[in-house]
């Protein structure tokens, strides 16, 4: 359902017509460590599994990340592989304390910066 509404999105995940999406996934394969946070009270994301690469399919199902074409396009599978993606999920954390709250960043943030 997304791919039809959100030409962003889904370019960025190479699920349009093209195929590779080589600068995506050079990009990403920079990175250290990708770590990704998100709760189910955020309020704004929905779903919030979406802030871990999840969507709603077309029956309202998450989707998460391992089960989408992307995620062996875009080198997150050899992330995942090489425990260089982390998901941290917070409750009872709105969208907007996400950036103050010091839970989440001793949690979330802190373990995980060189």
Do not use: A
């Not at 979406?50 to 992330?79: A, C, H």
């Not at 999920?89 to 802190?110: A, L, P, T, W």
């Amino acid at each position: 359902m997304y791919k039809k509404r959100n030409k962003f999105l889904s370019s960025s995940l190479c699920q349009t017509q093209r195929k590779k999406c080589p600068g995506q996934s050079d990009n990403l394969k920079k990175l250290q460590k990708m770590v990704l946070i998100g709760g189910p009270q955020d309020g704004t994301v929905f779903p919030f599994e979406s802030t871990l690469f999840g969507y709603y399919d077309n029956e309202w199902n998450i989707v998460p990340r391992r089960d989408q074409s992307f995620y062996k396009d875009l080198g997150l599978k050899k992330m995942d592989k090489n425990n260089r993606i982390v998901e941290c999920i917070k409750e009872s954390v709105e969208h907007v304390q996400f950036v103050f709250n010091d839970d989440v960043y001793n949690d979330c943030v802190r373990p995980h910066i060189v």
